[in-house]
């Protein structure tokens, strides 16, 4: 059992990976969306509420097949931002991956 929840988190982690190297309209969205508000003097926001942004923009702005945006994808979408950007290390809220 532990050993599978294991393989479920790495699977996450290798689909996010797949979708951020194929989608990387959508990493520069989200740090386009994060930039901007810390440039207006925002000092923390939700991963998630720059996600849905994204998500409403790309219904808009996009023809043919639907867009999916994985909601899982949301944490390391943040965990990356803050590995770039360590200056930033608070601007998004992360909870540590419990030990299972």
């Known amino acids: 059992m532990i050993s599978t929840l294991f ?5 996450l982690q290798a689909e996010f990976e797949e979708f951020d190297k194929a989608n990387p309209d959508v990493w520069a ?3 386009a ?6 440039e207006k003097g925002v000092k ?3 991963a998630k509420a ?3 942004v ?3 923009k790309k219904t808009v702005e996009t023809t043919g097949s639907e867009f999916k ?3 899982d994808f949301t944490a390391y979408y ?3 931002f803050i590995n770039l950007y360590p200056q930033y290390a608070d601007f998004f809220e992360t909870r540590k991956v419990k030990n299972v």
């Open 7 to 11: 393989d479920m988190k790495s699977k």
């Open 29 to 31: 969205e989200f740090k």
């Open 33 to 38: 969306i994060a930039f901007r508000l810390i």
């Open 44 to 46: 923390h926001y939700g």
């Open 50 to 52: 720059i996600f849905e």
């Open 54 to 56: 994204i998500r409403y």
């Open 69 to 71: 945006l994985n909601n």
């Open 78 to 80: 943040a965990r990356k």
